[in-house]
């Protein structure tokens, strides 16, 4: 790569690369291969400018030279942005929304007001047969689309002479163009780091042994122990172990994938059943570009039935758009009448309007912390009339307390709670959470594993061999009705008194109970608000369902205000409950945070994860809220009925519009240049103005305001 000298002071340069233009990723990447080098302490690469800053020993001069020298420009090394790098990026994007758009209008009014009319006519001639080949090879391709309406406007400006009429009809629809790419740039730019779900630690086998490391300290070669559950950081080879792996992520199929002895594995795909040992092929920062490109461009493709609508009425009207031109021609036998119908229609801006909406009010919602993996699912948002919520970790807080520790009598109270916190901190639930966070407030210890062979059973608990012997951590149905465990007499009163109406989970060891473990889950705040506030914006039905005991279930559901629950409920019951509702005709929002949850949310019209759920659950959500507040919900609710309002609204303006400008046209009260003039210029401030905030502008603008400003 050829560069130059900006600056140097002794441990300082900076240098200006004549790369033609860094994106984010590839200025992420040069600062990622150039502070490997020895002696380097600090790498800062700006896209905006191609600029590097580089802090080193002054020993490390040279080398740092050379390695940026040694950089092919035509394959710079990439890595992904950060999400404090987002705003730089979206910064970056901006400033090419503006130079683009500022540069072709500067070019235009530089054109007409400097160049002789021959070069101006030259000019527009020559992009015009550019315009009209585009047209052409529509048609001749059996596609009788938009740009074939676009191309004959543009030609039929060329034929009779107004060349004027053909630079402005060009202009506005380039102007257009870069309008619509701004809009989805900006989308993605703001999803992609919503797009990716990863852990912060991971299990890795060292020595034979489960060792917990940051997911930043992931190498290649490393085995990663993988259970049910768990997303995958990284890419890799399966060494050992049977699972069946959700890889939806990647590849937008939802039938689980089964994994064994010699399969590939990748990053974002997440373990529904059993568990893996693999070895790492490509860390965490290398692995996730793909699977972020993959699942971006997925994204996109995931159009609101809205916006297919908006395309094929767009392109249905231009067969409409030439009959109406004919028929004018053959009735009043003038051209420029019948010009009308095709210098101002509907399909231009009808195909343009909609999409820029939607993908504004997806670029809207992430920066609200609100991550919409497809328009389709704001549109499911808007439709639907009922939503069903999960309990522990949903409406109730993310981080549960162990409020008491029962022993049966055998075992100490700390004895049972170091072996339960041992078994559950391999599981990522709230309340395994809550244990193993107990475990550490008491000074509690485990140090070597107790264990062997841990297994999760969804919606049960956890199986395992503890010296030999067969150990069973969960609820009551799993511990005493599917484990055949004796609960001793008068045991549940013991249980009552020491935390009423907590959470409770069972742990035995070889068939004999040793203690109940009690968590009090409390409501997450503001939950009745938030219940009301989606009630007022048209929710009809709100239901709870949990796999807790009753009671548990029936203190949570008079507190929240819940329409109804179901207490004890198994996963593929509460995805059963969902395809009730949806048979009956609802349409249903999920809102889950755990594996056993994984079904239901799959089985909803839309599915939401806040940020604590566990991976799998963020990883099949549609939606993914980034931070645990459920208000978001109802922000991503009043956002999706505003963008629906946006859109239909805009339909009856294009119509109405557009036809009084045709009906003007023809009649001969407006003469055809205005008329086109004033249909391109509706069309871009159209998209103008769908590129507007639907809520508010800032992200925490809409927080604690009354329902009614939201959806006003």
Not at 483 to 510: C, H, M, N, R
């Amino acid at each position: 790569m050829d560069f130059s000298i900006v600056r140097e002071s002794p441990g300082r340069l900076r240098l200006h690369l004549r790369s033609g233009g860094l994106k984010a990723s590839e200025a992420r990447g040069i600062e990622g291969v150039l502070r490997a080098l020895p002696g380097v302490h600090a790498v800062q690469a700006h896209a905006a400018n191609s600029s590097l800053l580089v802090c080193c020993d002054p020993s490390c001069r040279n080398g740092v030279l050379e390695q940026v020298s040694a950089l092919d420009v035509l394959h710079l090394p990439t890595a992904s942005v950060a999400a404090d790098d987002t705003s730089t990026a979206l910064a970056v994007e901006d400033e090419r929304f503006v130079l683009e758009a500022g540069g072709l209008i500067a070019w235009t009014a530089i054109r007409r007001l400097l160049l002789p009319v021959p070069l101006r006519t030259a000019w527009v001639i020559a992009r015009a047969l550019g315009c009209v080949g585009t047209g052409l090879r529509m048609l001749l391709g059996g596609r009788l689309t938009v740009e074939v309406l676009d191309a004959t406007a543009v030609g039929a400006s060329v034929i009779r002479g107004t060349y004027g009429e053909a630079d402005t009809i060009m202009f506005l629809l380039r102007l257009s163009d870069i309008m619509q790419e701004h809009a989805s740039n900006r989308t993605r730019l703001t999803l992609e780091q919503g797009l990716v779900t990863r852990s912060d630690y991971v299990w890795v086998v060292e020595d034979g042994k489960d060792v917990e490391r940051p997911v930043g300290l992931v190498a290649v070669g490393d085995l990663l122990h993988v259970r049910t559950g768990s997303v995958l950081v990284a890419d890799g080879c399966v060494v050992s172990g049977e699972a069946e792996v959700n890889e939806s992520s990647m590849t937008g199929e939802a039938a689980l994938v089964h994994k064994e002895e010699g399969s590939s594995v990748f990053s974002g795909t997440a373990v529904e059943d059993g568990e893996l040992v693999i070895r790492v092929s490509a860390p965490p920062g290398q692995a996730r570009i793909d699977a972020i490109a993959q699942m971006v461009e997925r994204s996109s493709e995931l159009k609101a039935a809205s916006q297919g609508r908006a395309e094929r009425l767009a392109d249905g009207l231009v067969p409409v758009a030439f009959a109406s031109f004919l028929g004018i021609l053959a009735t009043t036998r003038n051209i420029e009448k019948a010009l009308a119908v095709l210098m101002v229609d509907y399909s231009c801006a009808i195909r343009l309007s909609t999409p820029i909406a939607v993908m504004s009010a997806m670029r809207e919602a992430a920066s609200q912390g609100i991550v919409v993996k497809g328009g389709k699912y704001l549109e499911a948002l808007a439709d639907a009339d009922s939503v069903v919520f999960d309990k522990t970790g949903t409406l109730t807080a993310a981080e549960p307390q162990l409020m008491a520790v029962v022993s049966a009598g055998r075992v100490s109270e700390d004895g049972i709670l170091r072996l339960a916190a041992c078994i559950e901190e391999h599981y990522p639930h709230s309340v395994a959470r809550a244990v193993v966070r107990g475990a550490r407030e008491r000074g509690l210890t485990h140090d070597p594993e107790l264990h062997a062979d841990v297994r999760y059973v969804v919606a049960h608990g956890i199986a395992a061999e503890v010296g030999g012997r067969h150990a069973v951590i969960g609820s009551a149905h799993f511990v005493f009705e599917d484990e055949g465990v004796s609960l001793p007499a008068g045991f549940d009163k013991l249980v009552e008194q020491a935390a009423p109406g907590a959470s409770v989970i069972y742990l035995a060891v070889g068939g004999e109970l040793l203690g109940a473990l009690c968590v009090d889950d409390p409501l997450r705040p503001g939950v009745s608000d938030t219940l009301d506030e989606l009630r007022a914006l048209g929710i009809d039905t709100i239901v709870m369902l949990t796999g807790d005991s009753e009671k548990a279930a029936r203190v949570v559901a008079a507190q929240a205000g819940v329409d109804s629950y179901q207490a004890q409920v198994l996963p593929e019951n509460k995805a059963s409950e969902i395809e009730r509702l949806e048979q009956a005709g609802h349409r249903t929002i999920m809102v889950g945070d755990g594996i056993n949850d994984s079904p239901a949310l799959a089985a909803a019209s839309v599915s939401v994860a806040l940020s604590d759920a566990s991976d799998i659950a963020r990883t099949v959500a549609d939606v993914s809220i980034r931070d645990d507040s459920l208000q978001r919900l109802v922000h991503a609710r009043a956002l999706a009925l505003r963008l629906q309002r946006r859109i239909e609204s805009r339909y009856r303006f294009i119509v109405g519009f557009n036809t009084l400008l045709i009906v003007l046209g023809v009649v001969g009260v407006l003469p055809l240049t205005t008329a086109a003039t004033l249909h391109n210029l509706s069309t871009v401030a159209i998209a103008g103005a769908n590129m507007r905030p639907l809520l508010h502008a800032a992200g925490d603008a809409t927080k604690g305001r009354p329902t009614s400003a939201l959806v006003a």
